[in-house]
């Protein structure tokens, strides 16, 4: 018997989740006395930047019409939790929390919110030996409901369902995932759903996000809703609606390898819409360079003698963020200025395992893996430290002046209000989907 995923057009809530959960039996087995956990996707949140929420964020009208609908069955006892990437004061799992609009739905429905960076971890050895923390609630739970939004990875193309239950991980063994001596991020990525079993996945494709995971992506409107209680198949039809075929994916491909699951759509039944009406290729990735030197918005400014190679798999959350913020420095070193520029020659590396190449006059080495995997490096003429897990944004600035770049204080901050005012005045941007 195939397994069903329902795919269907938001069109209005409840009711276009409502008929999507019955498309796929997806409250089957559910009991009025579970303990029912809801794991959106809350992956960082800033107070003190400019944040657009559209594709990055589960929607909160989302959850509130799945908290709806859990009450209409007789349920009780709802906790919502997730553990957001935090970095600094101000980008807690509490402060996304309140920003979303959450608090709200505690107010109406007597929900529980928990964060899961400060819940305790439970200990369990995933398929391969390796032992993982999950955060206690997770485990606690008798009906895990998986909340992903349907958006693209710069390192794994795809962040669906199945990379969504890696926030329900302590921190220290989200960073483990990123270890290249445990098979990398893809591989961590294929055992996570034998740790963490949810009872149903529900994509959120009220909003999609091109260039994703984080909020220098680009979200679109795409408004549909996938539901699956098998979270491969969910991941399939949805990887499938943003252009990218199962094989293209490899965490799927290790999973069904290891579990005898099937990657052929065909053997999926896909209740609803027909997917081949409700396909929207987006990218994954920015453009680079050829050669991998740097982004290609280097070369289109002039920018030639400073070199900062593509992040690798084994770059975590929190510094994968800093690639961004170091390439909008670099931008801002030029910007304004009359070509050509005359810039020092440097290289610019983060993540665990990259090592530095000969004839530079300095190497910045973003966050202290890098620094210790470079520690010895005898191609380093002069190596700039950007200590901290993840490092502080005016410790980077500072680092690259310091390497002879004039970069901007505000480059960051100004490229996320571009990216912040690029959806105001669109009806199809409405922040009443996040509680305001």
């Not at 959850?63 to 906790?79: H, N, Y």
């Not at 553990?83 to 007597?110: C, I, N, Q, R």
């Not at 969504?164 to 990398?184: E, F, Q, T, Y």
Request: glycine letters at 8%; proline letters at 6%; aromatic letters at 8%.
């Amino acid at each position: 018997m195939k397994n069903s995923v329902a795919l269907l057009k938001y069109k209005q809530s409840p009711d276009s989740l409502r008929e999507a959960i019955a498309l796929c039996d997806g409250f089957s087995g559910l009991k009025p006395a579970a303990r029912i956990l809801i794991k959106p996707n809350l992956v960082m949140w800033d107070n003190n930047l400019p944040i657009s929420p559209f594709g990055v964020f589960t929607t909160t009208r989302l959850v509130e019409d799945l908290v709806l609908l859990l009450q209409e069955a007789g349920c009780t006892d709802i906790t919502i939790g997730d553990g957001s990437m935090t970095a600094k004061p101000g980008s807690s799992t509490a402060d996304a929390f309140v920003g979303l609009g959450y608090e709200s739905l505690v107010t109406k429905y007597h929900v529980k919110l928990v964060d899961f960076n400060k819940s305790p971890g439970l200990k369990l050895r995933d398929a391969w030996g390796y032992e993982m923390q999950v955060a206690k609630e997770v485990l606690d739970t008798n009906f895990l409901i998986n909340m992903p939004v349907l958006k693209t990875h710069g390192q794994t193309k795809v962040s669906l369902g199945i990379k969504n239950l890696k926030g329900c991980l302590k921190m220290s063994s989200k960073r483990l995932c990123h270890d290249p001596a445990r098979g990398g991020l893809e591989h961590a990525f294929s055992v996570l759903p034998d740790l963490v079993k949810p009872a149903l996945t529900i994509i959120d494709g009220i909003y999609a996000l091109e260039q994703g995971p984080l909020v220098s992506g680009k979200a679109i409107r795409k408004n549909v809703v996938i539901v699956s209680k098998d979270i491969l198949g969910a991941d399939l039809v949805a990887a499938k609606s943003i252009g990218y075929d199962p094989e293209d994916i490899l965490h799927f491909k290790e999973l069904a390898h290891r579990t005898g699951k099937s990657l052929d759509l065909n053997n999926y039944q896909v209740k609803g819409e027909k997917l081949e009406n409700h396909i929207t290729p987006l990218k994954w990735d920015w453009p680079w360079t050829k050669d991998d030197i740097g982004p290609l918005a280097f070369e289109r400014a002039g920018i030639h003698n400073v070199e900062a190679p593509k992040y690798d798999e084994t770059v975590c959350s929190g510094c994968s963020l800093t690639s961004y913020v170091v390439n909008m420095l670099v931008l801002s070193a030029v910007q304004g200025k009359p070509a050509p520029v005359s810039l020092p020659r440097i290289e610019i590396l983060n993540g665990k395992k990259r090592q530095a190449r000969a004839g530079y006059d300095a190497t910045v080495l973003i966050g202290n893996c890098i620094a210790k995997a470079n520690a010895q490096n005898p191609h380093i003429r002069k190596a700039l430290k950007v200590t901290g897990c993840p490092p502080e944004y005016l410790d980077i600035v500072e680092t690259l002046r310091g390497a002879g770049l004039d970069v901007k204080d505000n480059a960051y901050v100004d490229a996320l209000h571009q990216q912040y005012v690029r959806y105001e005045g669109k009806p199809e941007f409405s922040w009443r989907f996040f509680g305001k």
